[in-house]
């Protein structure tokens, strides 16, 4: 049961370099280990952990109930954490035992696995899910992929058939099965994604599969309607695993206030220092991209850092680009650009706003986003681009970005 654990030791690469500890009063606390800590050529497990002169941060203070924020980004949200904490029998609120059951595979090259040493003892069964015990009908899932979507890891044969392995881990495909409540969501992103690609913008591989042809997927959603999408992972390469964080780890958010507590400004600031011109330049294309898709999702665990030698920092290849504007009227970003967070008032002017308050190169936002504006229209222009899409969709969208500041001054 969970509370046989009361210790988990922390990763990275394989090598531990960490532990986080629960304490009675659910208390919380994440120490690095001295080895760590003296390691010169330590790989990053996160910018948070960074202090403004490039040391690490060991004086972390504890957290009460919840796991420390970088931990909590690991977790996944909504539908599918309960679906999870359900099949371990796990209370869905009790992020330790949670990431303790799901550690095996998280994002990145980080691992959080129980401490084989003796418990402490717990009097009550507050980390048991409410049914009190775990959903024995079919193997535990041992994934754990941020976000609140439905999603598998999966393994891709070499015929081209995916695979969810039984424990949920080890796969190098994300599978995104449809929603109940939103039409086409894996064929809009793919949509997207493909036009993305299209336009200049790095993205992982995408494919539409049929739900018939993924083996080993929960027989309670194979029922699902529509296609499901697999998307490749960039976090796991035939050489290992590569390391990754999102911006919520990176800003110490918890994943409640991915919509509130920083601003792409914020993001921005990082990606220059951090990346230079490459990393700015690919940024402002996929800001721009998204305003024309009308994605007013793009918050702050959807934009990630990934670490290719283990140290150095690059942005990480872009994913969930979806257009909400398909399902929901609002054509607001999800975090402030500038003076506004409305899509349509996305313009020159407030570009060279944006490029002020961020100490970024004018010219280079400037040229970034024209010429991101002339390869979308221009892509969009050849009917194949959003062959999967309905025709209402197709004009929502067309109707959205037409109104966009920056398209309009483009014509």
Do not use: C
């Not at 370099?17 to 208390?27: A, D, K, R, V």
């Not at 401490?115 to 717990?122: H, M, S």
Request: glycine letters at 8%; a neutral charge.
């Amino acid at each position: 049961m969970p509370t046989r654990f009361s210790v988990l030791e922390v990763r990275l690469h394989g090598k531990p370099i960490g532990t986080l500890t629960l304490f009675p009063g659910e208390q919380l606390a994440f120490a690095f280990t001295q080895n760590y800590i003296d390691d010169p050529a330590r790989p990053t497990l996160s910018l948070s952990f960074k202090d403004r002169l490039g040391g690490l941060i060991t004086d972390i203070r504890p957290t009460r109930i919840r796991v420390p924020p970088f931990f909590a980004n690991l977790l996944p949200e909504g539908p599918l954490r309960e679906y999870l904490a359900q099949r371990a029998g796990v209370n869905a609120q009790r992020d330790f035992f949670l990431l303790g059951v799901l550690g095996e595979d998280l994002p990145g090259a980080i691992t959080v696995v129980p401490n084989e040493g003796p418990p402490i003892q717990f009097n009550d069964e507050s980390n048991l899910s409410r049914s009190g015990d775990a959903d024995r009908s079919a193997p535990t899932m041992r994934f754990s992929l941020a976000g609140i979507q439905l999603k598998f890891s999966a393994v891709m044969a070499t015929a081209g058939g995916l695979t969810i392995p039984v424990d949920g881990q080890g796969g190098s495909w994300i599978v995104k099965l449809p929603s109940a409540s939103f039409p086409g969501v894996p064929e809009n992103e793919y949509t997207m994604m493909t036009m993305a690609r299209a336009v200049g913008i790095t993205v992982p591989d995408v494919k539409l599969v049929e739900l018939a042809d993924i083996a080993g997927l929960p027989p309670e959603m194979s029922r699902l309607p529509g296609h499901a999408l697999a998307v490749q992972r960039f976090d796991r390469t035939p050489g290992g695993r590569v390391h990754i964080e999102d911006f919520a780890q990176v800003f110490r958010v918890y994943p409640d206030d991915k919509y509130a507590k920083a601003s792409y400004r914020n993001i921005a600031e990082v990606i220059w220092a951090e990346t230079g011109e490459p990393g700015i330049a690919e940024y402002i294309r996929r800001l721009v991209f998204n305003a024309l898709i009308g994605n007013a999702d793009m918050h702050l665990k959807n934009w990630s850092l990934i670490y290719p030698n283990g140290r150095t920092a690059a942005l990480a290849p872009g994913y969930d680009f979806v257009a909400t504007i398909v399902y929901l009227d609002d054509p607001t970003m999800a975090l402030k650009l500038g003076r506004s967070k409305h899509m349509h008032e996305l313009s020159r002017e407030s570009l060279i706003h944006f490029a002020a308050q961020a100490r970024l190169p004018e010219k280079l936002v400037l040229d970034s986003a024209r010429e991101t504006v002339e390869r979308f229209l221009s892509v969009w222009e050849d009917e194949r681009a959003h062959a999967q899409l309905s025709k209402s969709s197709v004009n929502t969208i067309e109707a959205h970005f037409r109104k966009v500041t920056l398209v309009r001054m483009d014509r």
